[in-house]
């Protein structure tokens, strides 16, 4: 009896409300995939940020009066279409430059697409299956905080993969002056309440549009306001910073035959930097030798006695290995991704947040090998601590991340409290021309945003550049192309609001949210009551 009051309820809900979905079930799929795609474009290198709201609203309203099963199958569609369409750039690291068979590459892909739509589908069967089925209550409370906290889930669950979180469409608009209160997922929250009242004006009645107009419209009036507050303060002297853009080949970087060359190139754009006056702070992207610093010693020696001539300190990443615990590492040697500050004392920060299957592989033994006979890249990184001190360097202290590692913006909160300034060294160069580095770019600009500070970052190919705490682009270099990058930073103190709560705060918020709306349908359904929007 309640399963059939409540079939009949949604059909008088779809009745009531104009703009009803198409009666197709094949059309409906396909308008999940077009609007689940098109959401990829909201991120950068195109930067179409209108469909960051647009694209949900249209998956939300295709869920209206759906059946738990057909909704779960729409949510797979439009998740897996945006990761096909924004991730397929791991076919050329899988394949063109981890030599793996082409059908490996695409079913490691597709794979990732399937793995994050099934968090959609998840989705859609229990908007269906718990939320309310209409109302302000469905479309600005229920639905928005179950679809964040779905995106804070998969960003921390089995490692995480939090790229295309919503929040990061929105680095050049003005709901980026709330990253420094919310962070990226607070974002993401105001988006997905637009994109609700977007369904509401499409679904709900005359009182219901106007409210949903007006929460439109609040959320990007007082973003405009607080991107105009700066949060952190001068805490020194401006210090002038050089980055280091080598831009070798990634197909040449690991070659025997090439080191020299690399080693050669590193060192004359050093001196290049080194030469140029007010400099005191050199940088280097990810791994830039293409060797363990273990075996460059003399050649590091070099380079740190020229720059302490100058006065001028040196970060570089780097790899390097020590001796493992018996029983640890292949061979009794541990491996560590790795930067190395050089000024007047010798830091090291050690990565802790690996890629999984591309610096470790959580595999049996077995299947590592099988791996290696597929020629895939094959290494296990030895994770660092969580928690580092920041790195000491031409009187700055610098909150370091490696490559992906500043996807986990929670995880870098904890250094701020001492770190004045902010670098990331990269090598994007897997991922060839593709748009992986435009997206890692505006991840990284969000980092700045959050922290309040200013952002080094350093790549191998592109795009290395300068960000500043308002996440505006200070200076970048052109890519593919050996440059040295020459721009100035100011330390800077002080926590965001954001530094001092992380994510848990929008978070609970959520939570709390989705917990009401689930008490507020099942109290409704006990009275067989449908209310009015």
């Known amino acids: ?46 930067n179409f940020w209108p469909l960051a709201v647009l694209a949900p609203a249209v998956l939300m309203w295709l869920w209206q009066d759906a059946t738990p099963r057909e909704a779960a199958r729409l949510g797979f569609c439009f998740s897996a279409a945006t990761f096909a369409a924004g991730t397929y750039w791991l076919y050329i690291s899988i394949h063109g430059f981890g030599g793996a068979p082409i059908w490996l590459a695409f079913f490691l892909m597709l794979g990732l697409a399937a793995i994050m739509g099934l968090y959609h589908a998840a989705l859609g069967y229990a908007a269906a299956r718990w939320l309310p089925r209409t109302g302000a209550a469905r ?121 020299e060359t690399t080693l050669k190139l590193y060192q004359s754009l ?44 040196l970060v570089m990443g780097i790899l390097r290995a020590e001796s493992a615990p018996k029983g640890e590492g292949a061979e009794g040697v541990r491996y560590f991704n790795s930067v190395l500050a050089l000024d007047d004392t010798v830091s090291w920060y050690d990565k802790a947040h690996l890629v999984p299957f591309g610096e470790f592989f959580p595999v049996p033994h077995f299947v590592r090998s099988w791996l290696r006979l597929m020629t895939l890249p094959y290494s296990d990184f030895t994770p660092g601590a969580p928690r580092q001190p920041p790195l000491p360097a031409a009187h700055l202290q610098l909150g370091a991340t490696i490559c992906y590692e500043d996807a986990y913006g929670s995880s870098m909160l904890a250094v701020l409290r001492r770190a004045d300034a902010l670098v990331n060294v990269t090598n994007d160069a897997w991922f060839g021309h593709s748009t992986a580095r435009y997206q890692h770019f505006q991840i990284a600009r969000m980092r700045a945003l959050e922290a309040g500070r200013y952002l080094v970052r350093a790549a191998n190919d592109g795009i290395s550049g300068i960000i500043g705490p308002h996440g505006e682009v200070v200076a970048r270099a052109p890519e593919f192309h050996p440059v040295v990058l020459v721009a100035t930073i100011v330390p800077l103190e002080g926590l965001t609001p954001y530094a001092l709560v992380g994510n848990w705060l929008i978070v609970c918020l959520a939570a709390m949210a989705l917990a009401y709306t689930l008490w507020l349908r099942q109290c409704r359904d006990r009275r067989g009551v449908e209310p009015s929007p």
Do not use: C
């Open 139 to 259: 479309w600005l409370i229920a639905l928005p905080a179950s679809w964040l906290l779905i995106e804070w889930w998969r960003g921390w669950f089995l490692s995480g993969f939090s790229w295309l979180s919503l929040g990061y469409s929105q680095t050049d608009t003005w709901l980026a002056g709330f990253a420094p209160l919310v962070g990226v997922y607070g974002i993401s929250a105001l988006l997905l309440v637009s994109a609700g009242a977007l369904a509401m004006l499409a679904l709900g009645t005359r009182r219901a549009r106007l409210i949903a107009a007006l929460v439109l419209v609040v959320p990007w009036l007082s973003g405009a306001g607080l991107r105009q507050i700066s949060w952190t303060h001068a805490s020194g002297a401006p210090v002038a910073v050089a980055v280091i853009q080598g831009a070798i080949p990634q197909d040449e970087k690991w070659l025997a035959t090439n080191r």
């Open 1 to 46: 009896m309640q399963a059939a009051s409540g079939t009949v309820a949604a059909a008088s809900a779809a009745a009531r409300y104009g703009l009803p979905r198409p009666s197709a079930p094949l059309t409906r799929a396909a308008l999940a995939l077009a609007a689940g795609a098109a959401l990829a474009a909201s991120f950068a290198p195109l």
């Open 270 to 313: 050093t001196e290049q930097a080194l030469g140029m006056p007010g400099v005191r702070l050199i940088v280097w992207p990810e791994a830039a030798t293409a060797g363990v610093a273990n075996d460059l010693v003399p050649y590091l020696d070099i380079l740190y006695g020229k720059a302490r001539a100058h006065h001028v300190a």
